[in-house]
């Protein structure tokens, strides 16, 4: 059974940074893995991308803040979100694509506030 978890939400000052961590379990292989957000009221918007053969791609909003890495061998993913604003304060669930199939975790919650 596949499983993801994210960690390290958290309330963070605009400005500052949090590191967001996606681990998973019960995988084969993977795709490609995405983190995406989703604010109040908001439908879910996707943030990041990093793919098998280390393509990324970024939100116009957090391009050159957000950084989208990947540990294989553990079987985790990370999103460095720098120079946080408000704007960024949201739901981040990670989701991976595994042959056919898509797997998403519960989220994680990070709010950009002073």
């Not at 978890?5 to 998973?24: F, I, K, M, N, Y």
């Not at 939100?59 to 408000?86: D, H």
């Not at 949201?90 to 919650?109: H, I, M, P």
């Amino acid at each position: 059974q596949v499983q993801l978890v994210e960690s390290g939400g958290g309330l963070a000052q605009p400005g500052g940074s949090l590191r967001l961590s996606c681990v998973a379990s019960g995988i084969s292989g993977w795709n490609i893995v995405w983190w995406y957000r989703q604010a109040p009221g908001k439908q879910h918007e996707m943030v990041a991308s990093l793919s098998r053969i280390d393509t990324t791609e970024y939100a116009a909003s957090v391009k050159g803040r957000f950084t989208i890495s990947g540990a294989n061998a553990k079987n985790t993913w990370y999103l460095q979100m720098n120079n946080l604003r408000p704007e960024d304060t949201a739901v981040y669930y990670c989701k991976l694509l595994q042959g056919t199939e898509d797997y998403w975790g519960q989220g994680t919650q990070v709010t950009v506030s002073s």
